[in-house]
């Protein structure tokens, strides 16, 4: 079975700001880039947008999917088993909690194995994300991250 190598990125103008994340898949001959914009969020959540985004786009199930970022926030999560702890304690205490529990929705429907590569280091594919997701984060047409604003509400009613 060939492997699937995606890249991710997320960025934040201002954190929280106007944000985005940028996809790169591939696998054989094929290559598929993916972005979108948001008008509020946080860096954290567009890294981790990024990753479910990809995953869900998969359309065969048990792939073997290799994923490169440059979120140690992401990549040490789940490696490190972080996240699986958090969810036995209902993520008590934890951000981006409506992200996570998506997140483990569809990562337990294919084989991750998750890469942090450092980030503006020149690797051509993690720049390309960041270009896409900064491309997105200043669009025209940004969308609203209800998880974030949701969690994140202000007002008296």
Not at 36 to 61: C, D, H
Not at 104 to 128: C, D, I, M, S, T
């Amino acid at each position: 079975m060939a492997v699937i190598t995606i890249y991710t990125d997320g960025a934040a103008k201002g954190n929280p700001g106007n944000g985005g994340y940028g996809v790169v898949m591939m696998s054989g001959q094929h290559k598929k880039e993916i972005a979108e914009g948001f008008r509020l969020t946080t860096n954290n959540r567009m890294e981790l947008l990024s990753v479910i985004v990809a995953l869900e786009t998969i359309k065969t199930e048990n792939a073997h999917v290799e994923i490169f970022s440059d979120s140690k926030y992401v990549v040490d999560s789940v490696e490190k088993k972080w996240v699986f702890g958090w969810q036995k304690k209902g993520f008590k205490g934890k951000k981006n909690i409506d992200l996570w529990q998506r997140f483990l929705k569809v990562y337990p429907k294919h084989q991750v194995k998750f890469n942090w590569v450092k980030g503006h280091a020149g690797n051509v594919y993690n720049e390309r994300c960041d270009e896409l997701a900064v491309q997105a984060a200043e669009s025209d047409n940004l969308l609203i991250d209800e998880g974030y604003e949701k969690e994140n509400a202000t007002g008296l009613f």
